[in-house]
């Protein structure tokens, strides 16, 4: 029964990918690293490239 809960769910969720806009799922990727840049740039010495890496990343895909 545990398996054919799990594939029910599986119409669900790709209906909810299929409609959701692209801007939402770019900025579902694109916050992460903007958020993890600004952490990691608090860190001395490497954190500056690493927060220009991330901030990088964010702008392509965003």
Known sequence: M???AKFALLP???LVVMTSSG???R???AVP???T???VSV???VGGPVHTVADG???VVD
């Open 2 to 4: 545990r398996i054919l």
């Open 12 to 14: 669900a969720l790709l």
């Open 23 to 25: 801007c939402i799922a």
């Open 27 to 29: 900025k579902a990727v």
């Open 33 to 35: 690293l903007r958020v």
């Open 37 to 39: 840049g600004a952490v």
């Open 43 to 45: 860190v001395p010495v």
């Open 57 to 59: 990343a964010a702008e």
